[in-house]
C-alpha cells in the first residue's frame, strides 16, 4: 500500500473507532417522511424527521441530510407531548446563542444550520429519555427540464466528501468534518414518500429511474408513492414528469405584503440553429476512488458517446483525474478516425483507480490550456464529491469568458450543488446519469448546447426600463428551446410587457411575455424562490454588489454581502449561509440539569459507493476516496419497517474492521478481494436499443460501415443491402454509402419521436454523404429511396 494510503487509512481508523462507539448505541432518527405537492414547473415539500431518545440519558442528536440545491428551505416546527412549535430564522450566531442557551437552561430546542446549498445539519438537543420529536422541515423549488420531462429530485443521503488538505483544518468545524457525517452501510430508518402532482394540460406520464412507483391519475394531475411503504435512504429519488402540453413560456406572479409583486418568467427562446463551428474540447474525468463499479461504467459509456458526438474540425483531448492528473495526448489532437479509435480504446481500459477527487489541477489545466484558438469547452464527467465546491466554481469563473464547462454528474447520489454549480458559474449547463438510464439523450443534449451560439448584450426590461432587481443577476448564456428562469420584483402590481433581448451576430433578438395584474395571487412560492436566487448570487459572487467598480477594501465589501443575506433570510424565513433556523422548546417545573451527550446519526451509504458492497460500515471522514485500503465494518441490523409512515428504530452493534487489501471489498464475495472490480453495468448488445447501437457504430466522419452489427441494428438483411450497393458501381465507396443511407432513412422513421437526441449526428451524416456523392449522377434522395425499399 502507498505510504499516502496508509497515512489517510490510519487517521481514518482512529476517527472511526469514536464514531462506530457512538453509532453502536440505538440511533435516535427512526423515520423520514416526505410528501411534495408538485404544481407544474413548482413544488412545496414537508420532510419530517422523527427522533426518540432510547437511552436512560439525555442527548443531543445531529443529523447532517441533503436536500435539493435549489430549495429554499422555508420553515421548521417541531411536535413533542402535544405542542407544535414554530421555528424563527435568525443570524447563524444569534441562532446558536439561543440554542445554546435554551439547552443551558434546561429547555428543548432544535438548530437548523445550512452548511451548502443542498447540506443541511439538525441538532436536536435535550432529547430527554422516552421523548418523541417530529422536526418538520418545508421548502420550495423550481423543478428542472430533462428533455421534454419535468425532473423532481429528493436526495436521501449525503455521500462521503473528498476533502483537499486546506479543508481538513481550521477553528472549531473544518469543512471536511461538516460534510462527512459518520457512514453505515444500513441504517434502522428508511424513506416513506408521497406526492400530488398537478400539471396544466395534463399528464403524458411519470417514471422513476431510482425507485418503482405506483401512480393513480386524479384530474390533470396524478397521487404518487412508492410501491413499497419505506425505502432505503442510500440513493437519490427522481421523478421524471411528462405534461401532455409541450413546453410554453409561462408567467407566475405573486403579490407581496408590501404591495408589490414578485414574477416567474420562463422564456423559451428559438435561436436559428446553423452549423455548429469547429470547437476544441476537453474531456476530463473523474477516475477517483468513489467513481469504482456502476459510476465508472456509466462514465466510460459516456464518453465513448462523447467521443463519437464530436465533428470534423474539432480538435480533442482526455484528461484523467484522481489524486493525480494526466493527459491522454499532453495536447489536443484532431478528430480523426484513427484519433477516436485510440481514444475509444483508451477510455475502455480506465478504471477508478486514481485515489482522492483532487479536482482543481486538472480543471485548472483543461480551462487554462493553450490551444490552436478555437472556441473552448470542457466536459466535465464527475460525481462531484468534494468538498471544495466554491473554489472549483470561482475557478470555472475565472475562464468563463473563454471557456465554458459542460457537467455530467453521475451515480446513485452525486453533489447537485457541484455539478450545477460549477457549469453555473461558466455559463454552461449540467445533465445527471443514474445508473442503469439511458445515456444517449443527455449526452446529445450537451452537446447540442456545446455548440450552441452566444447571445450577447442579455437584457432584461420592464415597460422598456431596465430591470436591476431581477436574479439571477447574471445569467448571459440562452440554450435553443429551453426555459430561461428568472425572477423579478415589481415595485408596484401593474400590467405590462417584459421583455428579454439580446444580440447573435450583429442581429437584434428579443421574446417577450405579458404580465397581468389580474392573473397574481397571493403565496409564498415565487417570493421565497426569488429570494433564494438572489442569496445565491450573494453566496456565489455574481450579484450586483459583486459588479466591477466601488471600493476594493474586500473586508467591508464582503461584510456588505454577508448583511444582505442575513437581511433577505430574516424577511423570507429561509435557511442560508448566514442565517439558522431555530426552535425552543420551554419547559416548566424540574428540567434536566445534566448536559445531552452529542450523538451523531450515520449515514446510509451512497448505493455503490466507490464500487463497495453491503455489509460495512465507513467512516468516511479522512477516507476521502482512497480505495486502497478500505475501512470497513460488517452490521447486522432487521431490515426497516414501518410504522405511522415511519421506520421503527432497531438495535444492533457496530463491530468494525480493518482491511488492508490494496482493492474494492466486497462483503457479498468472500474469494478475493478484487471480486468486486470491474462489475459492469453496461447492457449487453442483444438488449441494446436500435438508437444506442446506431450512434455506437457511427464513425468519426459521421459514416456507418456496412455490417452485420448495422443490419441488425436496422431490422434489415444484410444482403438486401448489399444488394443495392452493388447496383451502385460508379460509387467507389458505394457500401458506406448505402449504410449511412440506410441508418439515416430508418432515424427519419422510426426514431422521429427521439429526434432532439440525434439530430446533430444525422446532420454529420447529411454532411458526409453530400460529400460522397458530389461529382456523381446520384443524389442523397435518390440513394435514399432506394435503401427505404428494403428496410
Aim: with cysteine; proline share 6%; net charge negative.
Amino acid at each position: 500500500m502507498h505510504a499516502e494510503a496508509a497515512e489517510v487509512m490510519a487517521g481514518a481508523y482512529v476517527s472511526a473507532k469514536g464514531r462506530l462507539r457512538e453509532a453502536a448505541e440505538a440511533i435516535p432518527l427512526l423515520g423520514v417522511a416526505v410528501r411534495a405537492e408538485i404544481a407544474g414547473p413548482f413544488t412545496r415539500v414537508v420532510a419530517r424527521q422523527r427522533y426518540r431518545n432510547q437511552g436512560a440519558k439525555p442527548i443531543e442528536a445531529v443529523y447532517v441530510f441533503p436536500a435539493p440545491e435549489k430549495a429554499a428551505v422555508t420553515g421548521l416546527v417541531i411536535e413533542t407531548g402535544g405542542r407544535r412549535i414554530v421555528g424563527t430564522v435568525k443570524e447563524k450566531e444569534e441562532a446558536f446563542e439561543l440554542y445554546d442557551e435554551a439547552l443551558a437552561a434546561g429547555h428543548g430546542a432544535v438548530l437548523l444550520d445550512q452548511h451548502r446549498p443542498n447540506v443541511f445539519q439538525a441538532s436536536v438537543g435535550n432529547l430527554e429519555p422516552g421523548q418523541e420529536m417530529v422536526v418538520e422541515l418545508a421548502w420550495v423549488m423550481e423543478l428542472g427540464w430533462e428533455g421534454e420531462a419535468l425532473r423532481f429530485v429528493l436526495p436521501t443521503t449525503v455521500a462521503p466528501r473528498y476533502a483537499p488538505a486546506e479543508d481538513r483544518v481550521g477553528v472549531g468545524q473544518s469543512e471536511a468534518e461538516k460534510l462527512n457525517p459518520p457512514t453505515a452501510f444500513e441504517v434502522p430508518y428508511g424513506l416513506h414518500f408521497a406526492a400530488e402532482v398537478e400539471v396544466p394540460g395534463g399528464l403524458a406520464g411519470i417514471e422513476s429511474p431510482s425507485h418503482p412507483l405506483r401512480w393513480t391519475p386524479r384530474g390533470e394531475g396524478a397521487t404518487v408513492e412508492l410501491s413499497h411503504e419505506t425505502a432505503a435512504m442510500n440513493e437519490d429519488l427522481v421523478l421524471l414528469i411528462t405534461p401532455a402540453a409541450p413546453r410554453a413560456p409561462q408567467v407566475v406572479v405573486e403579490r407581496q405584503p408590501d404591495g408589490g409583486a414578485v414574477a416567474a418568467l420562463s422564456f423559451l427562446p428559438r435561436l436559428e440553429a446553423g452549423a455548429r463551428e469547429p470547437r476544441e474540447v476537453l474531456f476530463v474525468i473523474d477516475r477517483s476512488g468513489s467513481m469504482a463499479r456502476s459510476s465508472i461504467d456509466e462514465a466510460r459509456r459516456a464518453l465513448q458517446l462523447c467521443l463519437r458526438s464530436l465533428q470534423e474540425g474539432d480538435r480533442f483531448d482526455i484528461v484523467s483525474f484522481g489524486s493525480r492528473h494526466e493527459s491522454m495526448f499532453g495536447a489536443c489532437r484532431p478528430y480523426s478516425q484513427q484519433s477516436l479509435d485510440e481514444a475509444a480504446a483508451y477510455v475502455a481500459a480506465i478504471d477508478a483507480d486514481m485515489g482522492g477527487t483532487e479536482i482543481l489541477g486538472p480543471l485548472a489545466e483543461a480551462l487554462g490550456r493553450k490551444g490552436a484558438g478555437l472556441p473552448r469547452a470542457v466536459v466535465l464527467l464527475t460525481d462531484g464529491e468534494v468538498s471544495n465546491e466554491a473554489a472549483a466554481s470561482e475557478l470555472a469563473r475565472r475562464h468563463a469568458d473563454t471557456a465554458r464547462v459542460f457537467t455530467i454528474g453521475i451515480g446513485h447520489g452525486p453533489s447537485e450543488h457541484f455539478v450545477n454549480g460549477v457549469a453555473r458559474a461558466s455559463g454552461g449547463a449540467a445533465e445527471f446519469i443514474k445508473p442503469g438510464e439511458r445515456i444517449e439523450p443527455k449526452v446529445l443534449r450537451q452537446f447540442a448546447r456545446l455548440g450552441a451560439p452566444m447571445v450577447e448584450e442579455l437584457r432584461l426590461e420592464w415597460n422598456g426600463s431596465p430591470v436591476e432587481e431581477r436574479a439571477p443577476y447574471r445569467q448571459d448564456q440562452l440554450f435553443d428551446g429551453e426555459p430561461y428562469l428568472v425572477y423579478l420584483r415589481l415595485p408596484k402590481l401593474e400590467a405590462g410587457t417584459v421583455r428579454l433581448a439580446g444580440r447573435l451576430g450583429g442581429r437584434e433578438l428579443s421574446w417577450e411575455l405579458a404580465v397581468d395584474p389580474a392573473r397574481a395571487a397571493a403565496g409564498a412560492v415565487v417570493g421565497p424562490l426569488a429570494a433564494r436566487a438572489e442569496i445565491r448570487d450573494l453566496e456565489e459572487g455574481t450579484s450586483r454588489l459583486h459588479e466591477a467598480g466601488g471600493s476594493q477594501q474586500r473586508g467591508r465589501r464582503e461584510a456588505r454581502i454577508t448583511q444582505a443575506i442575513v437581511e433577505l433570510g430574516v424577511r423570507y424565513q429561509l435557511a442560508s449561509s448566514q442565517t439558522s433556523f431555530v426552535a425552543v422548546e420551554e419547559r416548566k417545573g424540574e428540567k434536566q440539569q445534566e448536559r445531552g451527550r452529542l450523538v451523531l446519526v450515520p449515514q446510509a451509504l451512497t448505493r455503490d459507493w466507490g464500487g463497495l458492497a453491503s455489509g460495512m460500515v465507513m467512516c468516511s471522514l479522512d477516507i476521502a476516496d482512497s480505495l486502497a485500503a478500505p475501512m470497513a465494518a460488517r452490521a447486522s441490523r432487521p431490515a426497516p419497517s414501518a410504522s405511522a409512515g415511519f421506520p421503527d428504530s432497531g438495535d444492533g452493534a457496530f463491530e468494525a474492521e480493518y482491511f488492508d487489501s490494496g482493492e474494492s471489498y466486497d462483503a457479498g464475495a468472500r474469494t478475493g478481494p478484487a471480486m468486486s472490480r470491474r462489475r459492469s453495468s453496461r447492457i449487453s448488445i442483444a438488449q441494446e436499443p436500435a438508437l444506442d447501437r446506431l450512434v455506437r457504430l457511427q464513425r468519426a466522419d459521421g459514416s456507418w460501415a456496412l455490417e452485420r452489427e448495422l443490419a441488425d441494428a436496422l431490422a434489415a438483411r444484410l444482403a438486401s443491402l448489399q444488394n443495392v450497393a452493388r447496383r451502385l458501381k460508379d460509387l467507389a465507396d458505394a457500401e458506406t454509402v448505402v449504410a449511412t443511407a440506410a441508418a439515416l432513412a430508418y432515424l427519419h422513421d422510426k426514431e422521429q419521436d427521439s429526434r432532439h437526441e440525434w439530430r446533430l449526428l444525422a446532420a454529420k451524416a447529411e454532411r458526409w454523404l453530400d460529400r460522397a456523392l458530389a461529382g456523381s449522377s446520384h443524389t442523397p434522395a435518390e440513394i435514399l429511396r432506394l435503401v427505404t425499399a428494403v428496410l
